[in-house]
Each structure stands twice: as C-alpha cells, then as structure tokens.
C-alpha cells in the first residue's frame, strides 16, 4: 500500500506569511492526492484536489502542487490568518482491491500566531 | 444539508460489553468506511464498504465487524472491545471516482 510522509513537527509561523506543507509518497504515483483540514476533535474537512496531469490547483488563498517526478506535494497558504491554524492531511487513493478509498498522512500541524 | 452522522459522539464502557457505533449519510454515496485516529498514528482505515453487502478489511480491522445492509447506514461493532480500541474513531462516505471523503463529527470510545 501507499507510504506517506508529512512532517510530523508542526509548523509555526507569523500571520501573513505564507505556510507551505509537504507531502511525500513512496510508491505507485496516484491519481489525484487530496488535502484536508482537521481542526481539534473534528472530522477532516476536504480542501482540495489536484490531478496527476495537474501541475498546480489553485482556490482563494490556497495553493497546491503536484510534481509527480519528486512524489511530492506542497500545500500553500498565503497571508496566512490564525484561523489556519489546524492540521493539515493529504490523501492518495490506494488502489489496493480496487477500492479507491483513500489513504491519509499522519498530518501536520499548523499554527499562526497573531 | 449533506451530512455524516455519527452516534454516540461519547461513549465510556468496560472490557467485554458488546457496543454498536452507528453511522448515517443522507448523500447516496456508494462508499464508506470506518477509521480511528490515535496520537501520532494518525487516521487508519478499519474496514470499507463500496456498496451494499459489499465490505472489506482495512489496515487495522481486528476486533471490530461491520455490515452494510443499507446503502445510508454502516454500522461499526465491536463484539468485545479491550482497552487498546480506545480511540477517536469516524465514519465516513463518498461518492463515485475521485470525490471527497465526508467525515462525521466522530466518536470518542474510552474502553475501561
């Protein structure tokens, strides 16, 4: 199956600065990979997609990419807020018995500070 | 409005007592599937359905049983739960090809 790798130390930044998170997977390239969001407590929300012939995705102040080469993403997000502040999940579908049902990153955690 | 809906939301049992965590959506989806997150484990698949009647083992399937009778509900079982099921568990769906996983709130089992 699918081996993904986030950073497992949050990330600290200052509001307005961008965050940028990383995603990296070891096997078969996917897909799509999407991003979530998970705030304490609560179940992962769904942020983006972005297809393997898709270099970058973009909405509103989010930004992915997808280099299929190095079998990484990042994720970025500009003019950060505190609100941002959350843990961040990427999916790849793991083809495994031909479900299609995605496998999620450990996540990493994202705070900024006012 | 779409929605997962899990119940209970808390639960605190003893070793042994058979329990049932429910699972509804109100989307048609085709797929779902159970997960528990652990600290520093991140979320990890227990079992998944693609349709009715239609299920299977995840990464971490032991000790838990599910059934798919209707397409709406996936209910997951835990026949004899020990304290390592101790966890923060969510169901989820979907629908066909590359749609999105909708989570419900979760369910946090603390097994005495």
């Known amino acids: 199956s699918q081996k993904i790798e986030q950073n497992s130390e949050a990330l600290n930044i200052q509001e307005g600065k961008t965050a940028t998170l990383t995603c990296n997977y070891t096997n078969y390239s996917p897909a799509y990979l999407q991003w979530y969001r998970q705030d304490p407590g609560r179940g992962p929300v769904f942020l983006l997609l972005?297809?393997?012939?898709?270099k970058e995705k973009r909405k509103e102040r989010l930004k992915v990419t997808f280099d299929t080469t190095l079998k990484q993403s990042l994720f970025h997000i500009t003019a950060s807020q505190p609100a941002d502040s959350a843990t961040y999940l990427c999916a790849l579908p793991d083809a495994s018995g031909g479900s299609y049902i995605p496998t999620f990153g450990r996540g990493t955690s994202l705070i900024v500070h006012p | 409005e779409a929605q997962v809906t899990q119940n209970p939301r808390y639960l605190i049992t003893v070793t042994g007592k058979k329990l049932t965590v429910t699972c509804s959506q109100n989307?048609?989806?085709?797929?779902m599937s159970w997960y528990r997150q652990d600290p520093g484990l991140g979320l990890r698949q227990i079992y998944y359905?693609?349709?009715?009647?239609?299920?299977d083992k995840g990464d971490v399937p032991e000790g838990y049983k599910v059934s798919r009778k209707e397409k709406r509900n996936f209910p997951l079982i835990l026949e004899s739960p020990s304290p390592n099921q101790t966890s923060l568990y969510f169901c989820?769906?979907?629908?066909?090809?590359?749609?999105?996983?909708?989570f419900g709130d979760g369910t946090r089992l603390s097994i005495l």
């Open positions: 989307m048609n989806h085709e797929y």
């Open positions: 359905s693609m349709n009715v009647e239609v299920t």
């Open positions: 989820a769906s979907r629908g066909q090809g590359n749609q999105p996983q909708h």
């Open positions: 972005i297809r393997e012939n898709e």
